[in-house]
């Protein structure tokens, strides 16, 4: 008789439990994805229903992020070999004959930090009225612009044409910072940015712009970085005609809190995640210098900030299903709390970014023409009725 082989029946079983454990991932897999498609039909406004909801966040974002991580690191190792910078548009000078055009600032403020002191690239849009205006001597609004991307992602160039529209319907003139996103620099790299170019523009930067008439505006990340910006530009004794922050990312204890049981399921899970949030904050607070209004960094996290005092007329916007839904709203309460002037617009059924996925769709205009409105009210020419 011959001897058989004996095999471990652990060896044996490997196989089968691999096929059975990877079975029930994917039926969980599943099972999650038909909830959330019932969840999505159930919560999110008819019009603001697309296919592109049921794919996570994190895989729909997972190459951009990447490349984006790679590009930064690749940028920061060129610039320790060759110890020169990155390269920026040489052209310097405003030209108003010009619809869209980049240009290198540099900030004329000598008190700037080491970190703000460096040159930046902006993205100007000017509108026809303001060429107009300009051509017979008479002064403009202008429009900071300061774009999204959780921190980590996006670039001025992409926004063109959101601020270019911008631009259009108020007769002013937008400039979009092309700021360090936090995997080149972490905080406070882009609101040093933005800073440079505020100053800029308050030091005319751009002559024909009337300093007392100058509006910022940030989206998402960058309606943090905005919030920021004021926040410093009002500890400065700067006066500006007011902020427009859209469902702004205020606050980085926002992926840590337990959802309560009577916040809608989908809330925090269309297009921007959890997850995704815990990185872009990760990335932007690296390094030394706290997070709090004590620390080094006072401007970190825009929603820890107790005294909202002083701030300019505000607008902010967010859906009811926005990862950012709670801290925004309790932001504009604190700021009226503290005698500001601030206008909330929540919209029912709206996820995160929702007005850039369907931006014809009704509701989404009447959002924006709301935003509009409150910056055409605090940019009328000073001495007329803001009312």
């Not at 296919?51 to 320790?80: D, E, F, N, Q």
């Not at 990155?86 to 290198?104: I, N, S």
């Not at 026809?128 to 017979?136: E, Q």
Request: glycine fraction near 8%; proline fraction near 7%; charge should be positive.
């Amino acid at each position: 008789m011959s001897a058989r082989t004996h095999r471990p029946r652990t060896a044996c079983r490997r196989p089968g439990l691999l096929v059975i454990a990877a079975g029930v991932g994917t039926t969980a897999a599943l099972v999650n994805r038909l909830h959330l498609h019932r969840d999505i039909a159930a919560e999110v406004h008819p019009d603001l229903q697309v296919p592109r909801l049921i794919v996570p966040p994190a895989l729909a974002l997972g190459k951009p992020l990447a490349c984006t991580a790679l590009t930064a690191l690749m940028a920061r190792a060129k610039t320790r070999i060759t110890g020169r910078p990155p390269a920026m548009p040489a052209q310097r000078t405003w030209d108003p004959a010009l619809d869209l055009q980049a240009l290198t600032i540099d900030s004329p403020d000598s008190a700037a930090s080491a970190h703000s002191a460096r040159a930046v690239r902006v993205v100007v849009a000017t509108s026809a009225a303001a060429r107009d205006a300009f051509a017979a001597g008479r002064s403009v609004p202008a429009l900071l612009w300061v774009h999204g991307g959780g921190h980590v992602l996006g670039d001025a160039d992409a926004d063109v044409e959101v601020f270019r529209l911008l631009a259009n319907e108020l007769g002013a003139v937008a400039v979009a910072v092309d700021y360090r996103t936090a995997f080149t620099a972490p905080h406070p790299a882009d609101v040093d940015d933005c800073w440079t170019a505020l100053t800029w523009l308050l030091n005319g930067g751009l002559g024909a712009v009337d300093p007392r008439r100058i509006a910022v505006v940030g989206e998402s990340a960058g309606g943090g970085t905005a919030a920021s910006l004021v926040q410093r530009a009002v500890d400065h004794g700067i006066h500006l005609a007011a902020q427009v922050l859209i469902y702004p990312m205020l606050d980085d204890r926002a992926a840590t809190r337990a959802r309560h049981g009577s916040a809608p399921r989908t809330r925090g899970r269309l297009l921007w995640s959890r997850s995704l949030d815990r990185l872009g904050w990760a990335a932007y607070l690296r390094g030394p210098g706290g997070t709090g209004p004590g620390s080094a960094r006072p401007y970190a996290v825009p929603g820890r900030r107790t005294d909202l005092s002083g701030m300019p007329p505000t607008w902010i916007g967010v859906g009811d299903l926005d990862l950012f839904h709670d801290d925004d709203v309790a932001y504009a309460s604190r700021l009226r709390e503290s005698g500001v002037a601030c206008e909330l617009v929540v919209v029912p059924g709206m996820y995160h970014a929702a007005d850039r996925v369907a931006p014809q769709v009704p509701v989404m205009q009447t959002w924006r023409a709301s935003m509009i409105a409150h910056l055409r009210r605090y940019l009328e020419p000073v001495g007329r009725d803001r009312t």
